[in-house]
């Protein structure tokens, strides 16, 4: 079945720095990936989103990039800030799927 | 918020009573789906809806079931509730665009405690 993965479940950095976020997944016939935030008692918020017919988007602050070929896509956040802690997920369509998130701690 | 509105926020329930947890959204979107969120396991579906009466099962459909009667509401039904349904559920929309699925807008969550 569809499954969709992190390589890491915690991440720490320093504000100011660059952060990547990791994901693997398994369908190769998903075409559309999405990026969600979550912050503690909240819901999911979409960050971004990319189509299979691209490899990078770019967004605010946060660029995802896509590769097909290992089936693996990541999230670069550029100078991290604390606001940015929180849990990340990556999802795929097929049925909307999510791994197991990320959490980006980021200290002052 | 993009218009969803999910209740109750929190609820302690009983083991072996029935439960609904109900999901109403404001942005006519086609797709709705019910996750639970437990720590460990990220967000899994239990099941989702791509139109009124049109519903499919997610990959923890076990112990639900859903009904979507109207295009704003997608209700999730716990039968007979057990401690092993105590988790966060969420409720997500979306919609096709031009090039195809967008993006999935998310509730606020709804806090359920079986005793």
């Known amino acids: 079945g569809e499954s969709v993965g992190l390589h890491l479940p915690t991440l720490s950095v320093q504000e100011g720095d660059n952060s990547i976020i990791n994901c693997a997944y398994s369908n190769s016939a998903s075409d559309y990936f999405i990026w969600y935030k979550q912050e503690s008692g909240k819901g999911p918020q979409f960050i971004i989103d990319i189509r299979s017919n691209m490899d990078k988007r770019q967004g605010q602050r946060v660029t995802v990039l896509l590769n097909k070929t290992v089936k693996h896509l990541s999230l670069q956040i550029a100078a991290t800030q604390p606001g940015d802690s929180a849990v990340y997920f990556c999802a795929t369509y097929g049925k909307l799927t999510f791994g197991q998130g990320t959490i980006l701690t980021v200290h002052p | 918020d993009a218009g969803i509105t999910q209740s109750p926020r929190h609820k302690v329930t009983e083991t072996g009573t029935p439960v609904t947890l109900r999901c109403h959204q404001t942005?006519?979107?086609?797709?709705m789906y019910w996750y639970r969120q437990d720590p460990g396991h990220g967000l899994r579906l239990i099941h989702y809806s791509y139109g009124v009466k049109d519903t499919d099962k997610g990959e923890v459909s076990d112990g639900y079931s859903v009904s979507r009667s109207k295009t704003e509401d997608f209700l999730l039904t716990l039968e007979s509730a057990t401690s092993s349904q105590t988790s966060v559920y969420f409720c997500?929309?979306?919609?096709?665009?031009?090039?195809?699925?967008?993006?999935?807008?998310f509730g606020q969550g709804t806090r359920l405690t079986v005793v």
């Open positions: 942005e006519n979107h086609r797709y």
């Open positions: 997500a929309i979306s919609e096709s665009g031009r090039q195809g699925a967008t993006e999935a807008f």
